[in-house]
């Protein structure tokens, strides 16, 4: 009977891996098997020039409830938009993740921002026609910010914005406002897996007063 001595024995084990080991080929190419083309997103922000942004919170007044008390709306960043042509101002605003909008009208000169009581880091407002639901309501909206200088800016651009509109009034803006189709932005990032929770949550607009103080936003 013959022995193969441990040497030999050293060679076939090299020589079984060697027949396992995989090439890689950098060659390799898959062709998908659809091809999908690109989709222009409209956000209908085309024709407007953002001239402030700022993270915030958003709260409304609802008089519904009973009683009738302050209720999340959402965070995120509020924007200025001025249009190009007639110069009017329109605050858009979306939550954050879900960017779903949650304040959406022009800035007109007849709104008057006051400060929220015991607080000077929110202010409060009254808007004609919001089309955050896609149809046109009327709002009392409150907005806190982080710091008391970033509120005192927010009030400083939102008295020059009421200075650079035009002089339409409220109803014809409010029709401007809702010949625009609200659109989710083309670089928003997908929700986490928790995006159907956190939507829920916005859409229960969790009970919150605007006069007391909040998490840090």
Request: charged share 35%; net charge negative; aromatic share 6%.
């Amino acid at each position: 009977m013959a022995c193969t001595t441990s040497s030999e024995s050293a060679n076939i084990d090299v020589r079984n891996s060697s027949k396992d080991e995989v090439v890689e080929n950098p060659e390799i190419h898959f062709e998908p098997i659809v091809k999908l083309n690109p989709v222009e997103l409209k956000t209908n922000e085309e024709n407007e020039e953002e001239i402030f942004r700022m993270r915030a919170k958003l709260y409304r007044f609802d008089m519904e409830a009973s009683p009738p008390e302050w209720k999340e709306r959402g965070v995120g960043d509020v924007k200025f938009l001025r249009h190009k042509n007639s110069n009017n101002v329109r605050l858009l605003m979306r939550r954050e993740k879900t960017h779903k909008i949650c304040a959406n009208h022009y800035i007109t000169k007849d709104m008057s921002l006051t400060p929220s009581a015991g607080s000077d880091k929110a202010w409060v407002w009254t808007v004609q026609a919001d089309f955050a639901d896609e149809e046109a309501k009327v709002e009392q909206l409150a907005i806190r910010f982080k710091t008391a200088e970033d509120a005192q800016m927010f009030s400083e651009k939102f008295n020059k914005c009421q200075s650079l509109s035009s002089n339409e009034d409220a109803d014809d803006l409010a029709q401007k406002v809702e010949g625009l189709t609200v659109e989710e932005t083309p670089n928003a990032e997908p929700a986490a897996d928790n995006s159907t929770t956190e939507e829920a949550k916005d859409e229960s607009e969790t009970s919150a007063s605007a006069d007391k103080e909040a998490a840090e936003t």
